[in-house]
């Protein structure tokens, strides 16, 4: 079993990402860390450095179609965009949603409003 952590495009996402590349796990699951596409340079370097001596958690920068990562998760930790809340309610996977507050508050309004709903 493996727990998710996706950030969408990953230009805010950092934090969240680097968090995860701290945790602890929950015993016998692996981490899969999507930084994003538009994740800068720079905090993508910092993860891989984070997690390099880390044999449970793997990153991945981008990947265009990550339903099936979605579907087998365990958990997913994400920010709180429409398309991945969408698709965890979909497939019924236990989600930490931690949605950004700026520049607007839909992530916040669709974490609120999907509390207890999968």
């Known amino acids: 079993p493996y ?4 950030v969408g495009g990953g230009r805010d996402g950092a934090r969240i990402c680097d968090a995860f590349a701290r945790a602890t ?6 981490g899969i860390l999507i930084a994003g ?7 993508r370097t910092a993860l ?5 001596g880390r044999d449970d958690i793997e990153m991945v920068d981008f990947l265009p179609e990550p339903l099936p990562l979605i579907a087998g998760a365990a958990r997913v930790i994400t920010m709180g965009g429409y398309n ?13 949603i931690l949605p950004r507050t700026r520049p607007r ?14």
């Not at 727990?3 to 996706?6: E, G």
């Not at 796990?25 to 692996?30: D, E, M, N, Q, Y």
């Open 3 to 6: 727990v998710l952590c996706t």
């Open 25 to 30: 796990l929950p015993a016998g699951h692996r």
């Open 84 to 96: 991945t809340v969408t698709e965890v309610l979909s497939f019924g996977v236990p989600a930490l």
């Open 48 to 52: 891989r450095a984070r997690i390099a």
């Open 105 to 118: 508050l839909e992530q916040m309004l669709r974490a609120s409003g999907s509390r207890g709903a999968g």
């Open 37 to 43: 596409s538009q994740m800068p340079v720079a905090d």
